[in-house]
Every structure is written in structure tokens, then in C-alpha cells.
Nanobody, 125 residues
């Protein structure tokens, strides 16, 4: 069974940085997409970024990321990082990673087959 585990969330001041990690286990294929999403209280789940090792690989960012966040693989490709810089109070949310065997838009949560439990990020003003 595929399992995803996020870590690295916490409390940070405005302008600070955090690195989130997503560790995938139980994988039955070497080809997949890992995406990062977030959900703030009272809001719908929002796409942030995705990284794929399918067909030569691809990296996707939502326009609003504007260079503040960077997605990357760890030494093992079953670990994906999300480096977040210049954090603002509006970045406060639960951050989730998700895995899709096939994804076309990268940003649609419905394309993802497995989800982690989430990690809380709180940015204080």
C-alpha cells in the first residue's frame, strides 16, 4: 500500500523559510507524479507545485508561487521537498503531498490517488 508522510511544518515568522518533506513508501511503480497542495481553514484545497519522473520528467508551479517555493527530489526519488521562502501569514495552511500514477494537469486534486496526512504551517505576523 502506498503511503505518504509529510514533515517539516511548524511556526515561522513572516519572511521566514521552511522545508517540507514528503516521503513515499510502498510504491509499485517507478513512474509517478508527486504534488504539493495546501488547505487553509474555510478554503478549498489549493495546488502549489508538482514534480514528475514520467517521460523525461517535469516540474509544475502554480503562477502565484512566483519563485518563492521550489520543489525538488531528495537523494532518493521517493522523497520530495518543498522549499518555501518569504513566507507570509496568508501561507498559513495544512500542507499535503499527494501521488498520482498519471496526471495531466498536475493541479487537479482529483488526479491524485494517494494523500498524506498533512503538516501544519503557521506564519505569524
Amino acid at each position: 500500500e502506498v503511503q505518504l508522510a509529510e514533515s517539516g511544518g511548524g511556526l515561522v515568522q513572516t519572511g521566514g523559510s521552511l522545508r517540507l518533506s514528503c516521503a513515499a513508501s510502498g510504491l509499485t511503480s517507478d513512474n509517478y507524479v508527486i504534488g504539493w497542495f495546501r488547505q487553509a481553514p474555510g478554503k478549498s484545497r489549493e495546488s502549489i507545485s508538482a514534480i514528475s519522473n514520467i517521460a523525461g520528467g517535469n516540474i509544475y508551479y502554480e503562477d502565484w508561487v512566483k519563485g518563492r517555493f521550489t520543489i525538488s527530489y531528495g537523494n532518493a526519488k521517493n522523497t520530495v521537498y518543498l522549499d518555501m521562502n518569504t513566507l507570509q501569514p496568508e501561507d498559513t495552511a495544512v500542507y499535503y503531498c499527494a501521488l498520482a500514477w498519471i496526471a495531466t494537469t498536475y493541479s487537479n486534486p482529483a488526479e491524485y490517488d494517494f494523500w498524506g496526512q498533512g503538516t501544519q504551517v503557521t506564519v505569524s505576523s
